[in-house]
Antibody, heavy 117, light 112 residues
Framework: EVQILETGGGLVKPGGSLRLSCATS????????MNWVRQAPGKGLEWVAQ??????????YYAESLEGRVTISRDDSKSSVYLQVSSLRAEDTAIYYC????????WGPGTMVTVSS | DIVMTQAPLSVSVTPGESASISCRSS???????????VYWYLQKPGKSPQLLIY???NLASGVPDRFSGSGSETDFTLKISRVEAEDVGIYYC?????????FGAGTKLELK
């Protein structure tokens, strides 16, 4: 059974940083692209970042609105993916979801990030 | 960026009836490989989104065959036959053709 679990969210002051983690199991993590997608309260879905697998040299892609403030990484030995977000702003307040593959075929329950003073 | 426009924003359906949701992209989602990179997701209340349809017309694993996807290069439709209570939620179309991947604003399906 595919399992995805995000952790690391919380309350952060504007200008602060956060590292989100996504632990997975139940599939061969090495084979898959992984993504982060976020959803502001009461709003729609916004793709944040993608990291490809070894076959694609772990290429990374970012939403332009966040580029320069986010870094996606992965550790295949731990079947985990990470999202480092810096210079946080109020508009970064959202649930951050970790999703599997280029289809976004499995989603974790998400981790809430609140940026507020 | 490719803009995805959904209609309607909300729909109210009698259980057992059918419902259709439209999605239009600002650019063709048909790749030269013949695949159309439009996807449909359902976010049930209080839950994370789940994949319903991939590559325009393919049913994701475990999704009832009451759901179907169709369309052209830029106009897409999700049809739900015989709507049930478990179908309530927000439906999103998304394009995974090119970065940045983008989604429609969502269509809220409610029961009458």
């Amino acid at each position: 059974e595919v399992q995805i679990l995000e952790t690391g969210g919380g309350l952060v002051k504007p200008g602060g940083s956060l590292r989100l983690s996504c632990a997975t199991s139940g599939f061969n993590f090495n084979d898959y692209f992984m993504n982060w997608v976020r959803q502001a309260p009461g709003k729609g879905l916004e793709w944040v970042a993608q990291i490809r697998n070894k076959n694609y040299n772990y290429a990374t892609y970012y939403a332009e609105s966040l580029e320069g403030r986010v870094t996606i990484s992965r550790d295949d030995s731990k079947s985990s993916v990470y999202l480092q977000v810096s210079s946080l702003r109020a508009e970064d307040t959202a649930i951050y979801y970790c999703t599997r593959s280029r289809y976004f075929d499995f989603w974790g329950p998400g981790t809430m990030v609140t940026v507020s003073s | 960026d490719i803009v995805m426009t959904q209609a309607p924003l909300s729909v109210s359906v009698t259980p057992g009836e059918s419902a259709s949701i439209s999605c239009r992209s600002s650019k063709s989602l048909l790749h030269s490989n013949g695949i159309t990179y439009v996807y449909w997701y359902l976010q049930k209340p209080g839950k994370s989104p789940q994949l319903l349809i991939y590559r325009m017309s393919n049913l994701a694993s475990g999704v009832p065959d009451r759901f179907s996807g169709s369309g052209s290069e830029t106009d897409f439709t999700l049809k739900i036959s015989r709507v049930e209570a478990e179908d309530v939620g927000i439906y999103y179309c998304g394009q995974l053709l090119e970065n940045p991947y983008t989604f429609g604003a969502g269509t809220k399906l409610e029961l009458k």
